[in-house]
């Protein structure tokens, strides 16, 4: 998941809690991902200090992001490769439910990043969609859904299954309404949860779309670029993912991206979503913050070491 989740558009979206929802409280519980994290340090998903690139070959690349955030060498980051044979099934579960999905916001910001493309719905009254059940042990709120995707269509996902790589990967980005908003929650050690799907590209597809999001992406090609979804064409969260009722793989985490907090509790998808090879092109269209076509914006997998990983 990456740091541009951190995003957030306050001028546009009221502060939603999750009091009056059963929560169970965590306080002075201690968990292997808690990090030191002071909120002026990141404003934006972006650090302060330095920049960063996902080329390689970059002096400030991947390989080198723990110069611009310390987290990011540390020793629970995402993404993974889930190997699917060493899960741990959950027999006893609560469903994981997304209250509101069919909920459709008031507007949505489209937003070239730099980096990757987020989409930030705006909420009326009550209306912003809730996630809880599976591994939560309280309520999230629904703050914004981004990609990741590569140059072809045999690379792209950020987390792989059994090795195997998808074309792209879509992060449904929640917070924890114990906090008052995506920024204080992402700093703390139960603030996220994302929930991350795979794509697969149908075959003789550049001449249509079936995805709402990718109507959108030609308005916002050039870094920076921002554009307001009206009403009328605005979009749910079931239009982008269908019904609930997938299995998963949970497991404890970090965002993807500098500074690669590790305060996110990840839930990826057995459920296959598609794209069309036109949402593909629109994808690796867009313009990234160094003047570029935006044509691989993921992450390699990470260490496991000793974290477990759970299937519901």
Known sequence: MSALCLSLLLACQPVVFARGYAQEDAAGSWHPNE???DETEVKGGRSKQQSWSYTL???LGPPNWPIVAPACGGQFQSPININTSRAIRVNRKV????VGLRNRPTCITAENEGYSVKFTPKWGFRTRPMMRGGPLKTAYFFEQMHFHWGPNNSEGS???INGERFPLEVHLVF???LYQSLAEAAGEVDGLAVVGFFYDVVPGSSSFSFNSWSNFLPQVRQPGAKFEISPTRSFSLQDVVGAMGWSYYSYDGSLTTPPCLETVNWIVS???LSATELDMSRLRSLITK????MVLNYRSPQPQNTRRVFFY
């Open 175 to 177: 917070y924890n309404g």
């Open 57 to 59: 070959s970059d002096a």
């Open 270 to 272: 057995n459920k296959r």
């Open 35 to 37: 990090v030191s994290y």
């Open 290 to 293: 160094q003047g570029k076509q």
């Open 95 to 98: 469903p994981l439910e997304i």
């Open 158 to 160: 950020e987390h792989r």
